[in-house]
T-cell receptor, first 114, second 115 residues
Framework: KAGVTQTPRYLIKTRGQQVTLSCSPI?????VSWYQQTPGQGLQFLFEYFSETQRNKGNFPGRFSGRQFSNSRSEMNVSTLELGDSALYLC?????????????FGPGTRLTVT | AQSVAQPEDQVNVAEGNPLTVKCTYS??????LFWYVQYPNRGLQFLLK??????LVKGSYGFEAEFNKSQTSFHLKKPSALVSDSALYFC?????????????FGAGTQVVVTP
């Protein structure tokens, strides 16, 4: 089975721009979560989607948004980028049933805001 | 509020020696606890989880963890460390039973295994 894929892997943007990151979960996984990883704040939960519905949201400003499509693929969008948004953005997917709670992470998208 | 603490920023161990990475938690209700490992420039890899049942949980790559409710700890262990175990290790908790997609992570512990 193919793992979680994230595109693009690297991205450089300028302050004020917006960016869209994409995540394709493992086949059959319906839950997709997003995390931000920075040296200062560590790993922080952004939001989680299940069957196209946002189930949970972390403590991030409204500039951060996401969505999930009917094929479980997910995108996250950051508008009006700030320098502090530079981070590794990780996507994770999980299934239901016995393997619930096991999240499988993609390699991440490294976003640099200049 | 739920929280996870990893008291050590770095653990140094010689190859072949036992490895322990500490984690303590604070949650209301029954905890769902996890260990993940991150290698440089990679995403996180799932090692093991505790949901319920036996306090000793066995996971991938020879790792195991012991859930101790009285001490609110979930330490990761490996009997004999390998140089390839050098990585960043994260303990995590799932806050509530219906939030399986929302993990709260500790700050991480860098493990360095020397030959």
């Amino acid at each position: 089975k193919a793992g979680v894929t994230q595109t693009p892997r690297y991205l450089i943007k300028t302050r004020g721009q917006q960016v869209t990151l994409s995540c394709s979960p493992i086949s059959g996984h319906r839950s997709v979560s997003w995390y931000q990883q920075t040296p200062g704040q560590g790993l922080q939960f952004l939001f989680e989607y299940f069957s196209e519905t946002q189930r949970n949201k972390g403590n991030f400003p409204g500039r951060f948004s996401g969505r999930q499509f009917s094929n479980s693929r997910s995108e996250m969008n950051v508008s009006t980028l700030e320098l502090g948004d530079s981070a590794l953005y990780l996507c994770a997917s999980s299934s239901v049933g016995q393997k619930i709670y096991e999240q499988y992470f993609g390699p991440g998208t490294r976003l640099t805001v200049t | 509020a739920q929280s996870v603490a990893q008291p050590e920023d770095q653990v140094n161990v010689a190859e072949g020696n036992p490895l322990t990475v500490k984690c303590t938690y604070s949650v209301s209700g029954n905890p769902y606890l996890f260990w993940y490992v991150q290698y440089p420039n990679r995403g996180l890899q799932f090692l093991l989880k505790y949901i319920t049942g036996d306090n000793l949980v066995k996971g991938s790559y020879g790792f195991e963890a012991e859930f101790n409710k009285s001490q609110t700890s979930f330490h990761l262990k490996k009997p004999s460390a390998l140089v390839s175990d050098s990585a960043l290790y994260f303990c995590a908790v799932s806050p509530t039973t219906d939030s399986w997609g929302k993990l709260q992570f500790g700050a991480g512990t860098q493990v360095v295994v020397t030959p």
